[in-house]
């Protein structure tokens, strides 16, 4: 990211950051909540370019650090609503011109996004796989999972459930990906749990974690990303 995502809040020495005032129904942490989106350079950015969310910026630091993304490329989006990774996604393969394929799942419904087919499902039901693979046509070069459970608020029951949704993923990427593909998704601070790191090791040439500038510095939010996929028969 260059110097200018960065926003010090201040011009002219007046500061310009917003503060919500507690309405009488709106809870402190709510409040909270939108008091840090008002003043999140990345929200304000995304409404500006025309992105679904300020998630999409954490997409695209990685596709230019890694280079993830290929004209004609097929990739599958798992948690897409409300869309800003499946529309970086349809810009980098050309979806939009009829080249490559992005396929998005959400419990949520979203606003469709030209070159994205888009089925509203939960990931954990049995049909979910085949539906995804029937929507696809065809084996992957990416499978992306932004994906979080609703936060309980007890950091290792947390991360626990970020995890189990991880690791769903990335059985799901083991079975539809191509050679070469690669596999991202959303774990938490103290990284993806062993047993399946030594997995991902196993089954991808190159395995790191990441946090994009758009993480928030506060968040224990990290991103397992995996490329090379070596191959069912690897």
């Not at 926003?7 to 007046?14: I, P």
């Not at 959400?106 to 929507?135: T, Y």
């Not at 749990?193 to 224990?220: T, W």
Request: hydrophobic content about 40%; aromatic content about 8%.
């Amino acid at each position: 990211m260059t110097s200018g995502d960065k926003s010090s809040g201040r011009e002219g020495g007046r500061s310009l950051k917003t503060r919500v005032k507690t309405a009488r129904k709106r809870s402190l942490s709510s409040t909270l909540w939108l008091e840090r989106q008002l003043n999140d350079p990345y929200v304000a950015r995304a409404k500006r370019e025309g992105y679904r969310s300020r998630a999409a910026y954490k997409l695209l630091e990685m596709d230019e650090r890694f280079h993830l993304f290929k004209p004609g490329g097929r990739i599958i989006d798992l948690g897409a609503a409300p869309g800003g990774w499946s529309q970086i996604a349809a810009d980098r393969v050309k979806s939009k011109e009829g080249r490559g394929k992005v396929v998005g799942v959400d419990l949520l419904d979203m606003e469709p996004i030209p070159g994205v087919s888009f089925a509203v499902k939960d990931f954990n039901d049995d049909d979910a796989p085949a539906l995804i693979k029937e929507m696809l046509g065809g084996q992957a070069d990416g499978v992306m999972s932004d994906m979080a459970a609703n936060a309980t608020g007890h950091k290792q029951t947390d991360h626990l459930r970020i995890v189990a949704l991880a690791e769903l993923a990335f059985e799901f990427a083991f079975d539809v990906l191509a050679p070469g593909g690669f596999f991202v998704a959303k774990v938490l601070q103290g990284g993806t749990e062993g047993q399946v790191l030594a997995r991902l090791k196993k089954e991808f040439a190159s395995v790191r974690h990441v946090k994009p500038a758009a993480s928030r510095a506060d968040s224990a939010e990290l991103y397992v990303l995996a490329t090379g996929f070596r191959g069912k028969g690897a």
